[in-house]
């Protein structure tokens, strides 16, 4: 146990990467269970992409780009990374960096423009997103229809404002993280900025008025203003000071629950309405079968499912159960939670936690471990 300061805050270090990068994760950018099929088209194109990147970019090493080594060593110790992974540079104007990784081995590709950008204390903040990316193994599967697709677009942006928060711990100086993403973001080095830009980066920091404003259908990143807003959050809290050895700061966790609410809220919301219908529709499904099991639904079982799923989706569910047989109901409820595989862990949970205590309620607790096996089972890689 580590003391910071006068403080009487305490700090236990990060035994090593795993655990540095788990405590200050995006609450919302949970891991991923790839299919096996997917596993398998990841090691497949990981292997594709690294020979093209050998056949036409050059490596890393302390030699040939000795100032470009000295940002990728510096990410590796502030992020603790024991094996140096391999980083290439391409010839690209584009101020672009990229990560691969196949779950176990991971490379990082720089464009030569984006070294001509940045300064050499701002590098490391783009060097430690794009290891944020791959040690965090953010790996998704290709959407096969729009309900995964949105979800899929969810974790997507969920996983840059962990990524933002890698770079963070990266540099020397969060400032030269978030100068980093404002020279990316527009193309310009600092003899086009003004000198004044760090009084920039804190007018830019405080929400503004555009903060939930729609962006791109398609984008898989927040707008720039939601992830500037994230940073400065996340900067402020007991565990960022902790790790830059510094003491005081707002719980991680009251910051966190400030961010999911701006980032659920912001754009079009439509992950947010997507996963509130299949959670309602699940709910209301596998609470027929529950309460139904016994192929009778007492009154106080049907009003405690009222009270859960609301009148029409108690009326619906319960209709066609009678008409078709709690086995057709078990297909639709399968076919309901099929998407949830794609979206965060929370949804599940949720679903788990109402029927717990739906199941309470309605005095059938002993229904309750075959419902959850089917919802296990509904959410299953291929």
Known sequence: MTTTGDSAYTFEAPIDHEELLARIRFSLDDAMRLSSSALKARTEAF???????IGGAVRVTPKLMPHVHAAVRQTCDRLMIANEPDVFVEASAEPNAGALTDGKRHFIKLNSGLIHLLEPEELPAVIGHEFGHAFYRHMVEAPANESQEIFMLERRRAQEISADRAGLISVTDPVFALR?????????GKQHLSP???????????????????????????????????QRRFIESDVFLALTGKTGGRPLDEIEREIEERFHGAGSSMAFRATADHVHE??????????????????????????????IWADDSYTYAKRHGLKAVERRALETLAPLRFANI?????????????????????????????IEHAVQPE
Request: a negative charge; one cysteine or more.
């Open 196 to 230: 004044d830009i760090d009084a920039f980066i804190e007018q830019i920091s405080v929400p503004p008025a555009d903060l939930d404003a729609p962006w791109e259908a398609a984008s898989t990143h927040p707008a720039i203003a939601l992830r500037f807003w994230a």
């Open 180 to 188: 980093a993403e404002i020279k990316v973001a527009c193309g310009l």
């Open 47 to 53: 292997d594709e992409c690294r020979s093209m990147v």
């Open 346 to 374: 929370r949804s599940r949970r949720r679903i788990e936690k109402a029927i717990n205590e739906l199941a309470q309620r309605a005095g059938a607790m002993d229904r309750v471990n075959g419902i959850m096996k089917l």
């Open 282 to 311: 699940s709910l209301a499904w596998l609470g027929i079968l529950l309460v139904a099991t016994d192929n009778d639904v007492t009154g106080i079982e049907y009003a405690v499912l009222v009270e859960f799923v609301g009148k």
